[in-house]
C-alpha cells in the first residue's frame, strides 16, 4: 500500500514525499483511514513504529478544509517537551503546503513568546500539560473549538503523575471531539481512562503487548557494580560505538557519569529534568549531529526521542518499573534499522532483570566480558575508602563489613538510514 491509497490530499502527499517516504508503516496505514473517518482510537505501537505520523497525517487532513478560528481545532497533549517539539516538526514538515498554523507550548522556557503565537492564532497545538494548564489559567489559550484531542504517549502521561493535570484539561474542552489515544504500553489505568475518554473507539495494536522491537539484539554484560563505567568506557571504546545512549536511574548519577566518561576521553553530556531547556536541546542537538557521542539520560528525558538510527542503548543501571526496559531500548531498532540494547546487571539487580524477563516472557541472552568478570572489582579512585585516623571507631556495615563513621554504604542506583517509513 501507498500513502495515496490511504485518502490524503495532494498537498500532504507532496509533503510525505519530500521526507522521503512512500510506504505507510502498519500503525500508519490502520489508523490513518480510522482518523479520517472520524473515529475515537485507541492505538497501541511500540516507540519506532511511526505512531506519530499516524496521527499527524490524518489530523492535518480533517483540518485543512474548515473553518478559520483563532483559537486552536486540535490539540495534541506530550509528556515531555523534547516530544513536544518532535510533534511540532512532523506537523510543520507535514502540513507545508496547508494554510494551518501550529505551535508548541511547553515549560522550562519563558511564556511571552508563546502568549504572543496564540494571539496571533492556531490551528493545532502541541503541548505538555503543565503549560498549557498555565495558559488557562491566565487565560492566554481558548480550547472551546476543539475538534480532535491526541493524548501521544499516554502511558507515560500517567507514570509521570499527569492524570489529574489531564483530568483538568479535558474540563476545558467541548465535550463533542474526536479523542485519538496513543501507548506503547496498556496497562489497567490506561483502560480506565480508555473507558473514560473514548466513544466507541477503533482500536489498532501492531506490537504484542510490551513487546520489544524485533530488530533489537539484547544483550546482559554482568558486572560489579564497581567496576560497571569501565566496562562502559571499553565497550564503546573497544566497538567504536559512535552514539551511544546511556540510561541511569538518576539525575545525580547522570551527571556523575558524564563527567566520569569526559574523564575517560569521551565526549559525553546528560540530560534529565533538571537541565535547563535550552541545555536539554543543545545536548540532543549534539548528539545527533555526533560532536557528543555519549548521550546519558534519565527515563523521563528520554522518553520520546526520535534519533534516527540509533545504533547502542546501553542499560547502565536497570529501571526498577520493568515496562521502562521496553521503552528505553525502543529508542534503537526504529523504522526498520538494527539496533543494539546492552544492559550491564550487578548482583544487586537480579530481581529487576528476573522481572523485566517475565515481562518479555524472554530470556535476555548473558555474555561476560573478559577481564569484567564478576567478582573480581577493586575500587576506582573515586570510590577509595577515607583513610583511617588512629582512633577512628569503626562500625559494622551490613553484611559484617566495616563502614566509617558518617558514610552511608552506596546504594544500587550509586548503517545508513531506511527510507519508506516516518519515523516521527
Do not use: C
Not at 22 to 29: G, S
Not at 339 to 345: C, F, P, R, T
Amino acid at each position: 500500500m501507498s500513502f495515496a491509497k490511504l485518502g490524503l490530499s495532494a498537498e500532504i502527499l507532496q509533503a510525505v514525499a519530500e521526507q522521503g517516504y512512500t510506504v505507510p508503516t502498519p500503525v500508519q496505514a490502520q489508523a490513518i483511514p480510522i482518523v479520517l473517518a472520524g473515529r475515537d482510537l485507541l492505538a497501541g505501537a511500540q516507540t519506532g513504529t511511526g505512531k506519530t505520523a499516524g496521527f499527524t497525517l490524518p489530523l492535518l487532513e480533517r483540518l485543512r478544509h474548515g473553518p478559520a478560528h483563532k483559537s486552536p481545532r486540535a490539540l495534541v497533549l506530550t509528556p515531555t517537551r523534547e516530544l513536544a517539539a518532535q510533534v511540532q516538526e512532523s506537523v510543520r514538515a507535514y502540513g507545508k503546503y496547508l494554510p494551518l498554523r501550529s505551535a508548541v507550548i511547553f515549560g522550562g522556557v519563558g511564556i511571552n513568546p508563546q502568549i504572543e503565537a496564540l494571539r496571533r492564532g492556531v490551528d493545532i497545538l502541541v503541548a505538555t500539560p503543565g503549560r498549557l494548564l498555565d495558559h488557562a489559567a491566565q487565560r492566554t489559550v481558548d480550547l472551546s473549538r476543539i475538534e480532535i484531542l491526541v493524548l501521544d504517549e499516554a502511558d507515560r502521561m500517567l507514570d509521570m503523575g499527569f492524570i489529574h493535570d489531564i483530568r483538568k484539561v479535558l474540563a476545558l474542552l467541548p465535550p463533542r471531539r474526536q479523542n485519538l489515544l496513543f501507548s506503547a504500553t496498556f496497562s489497567d489505568e490506561i483502560r480506565r481512562l480508555t473507558d473514560r475518554l473514548l466513544d466507541n473507539p477503533a482500536s489498532v495494536e501492531v506490537a504484542a503487548r510490551n513487546s520489544t522491537a524485533e530488530r533489537v539484539r539484547q544483550l546482559v554484560h554482568p558486572v560489579d557494580k564497581a567496576r560497571k563505567r569501565a566496562l562502559l568506557s571499553h565497550l564503546i571504546s573497544r566497538g567504536d560505538w559512535r552514539q551511544v545512549l546511556v540510561f541511569t536511574r538518576t539525575k545525580h548519577g547522570a551527571n556523575r557519569l558524564a563527567e566520569q566518561l569526559q574523564r575517560d576521553g569521551l565526549t559525553a553530556a546528560a540530560i534529565h529534568g533538571n537541565k535547563s531547556q535550552n541545555a536539554r536541546t543543545k545536548a540532543l542537538n549534539d548528539f545527533k549531529l555526533g560532536s557528543v557521542r555519549v548521550l546519558v539520560a534519565t527515563d523521563i528525558a528520554a522518553r520520546g526521542l526520535d534519533i534516527h538510527e540509533l545504533p547502542h542503548v546501553v542499560n547502565y543501571e536497570l529501571p526498577n518499573v520493568p515496562e521502562d526496559y521496553v521503552h528505553r531500548i525502543g529508542r534503537t531498532g526504529r523504522a526498520g534499522a538494527e539496533g543494539e540494547a546492552v544492559s550491564l546487571v550487578s548482583a544487586d539487580e537480579s530481581k529487576q532483570l528476573a522481572a523485566i524477563q517475565r515481562l518479555l516472557k524472554q530470556d535476555i541472552r548473558v555474555s561476560i566480558v573478559p577481564g569484567y568478570e564478576p567478582g573480581t572489582a577493586a575500587p576506582e579512585p573515586d570510590q577509595q575508602p577515607a583513610p583511617r585516623t588512629q582512633h577512628a571507631h569503626r562500625t559494622a556495615a551490613p553484611g559484617g563489613r566495616p563502614q566509617q563513621p558518617g558514610r552511608r554504604r552506596r546504594g544500587a542506583s550509586g548503517s545508513r538510514r531506511s527510507r519508506g517509513v516516518p519515523t516521527a
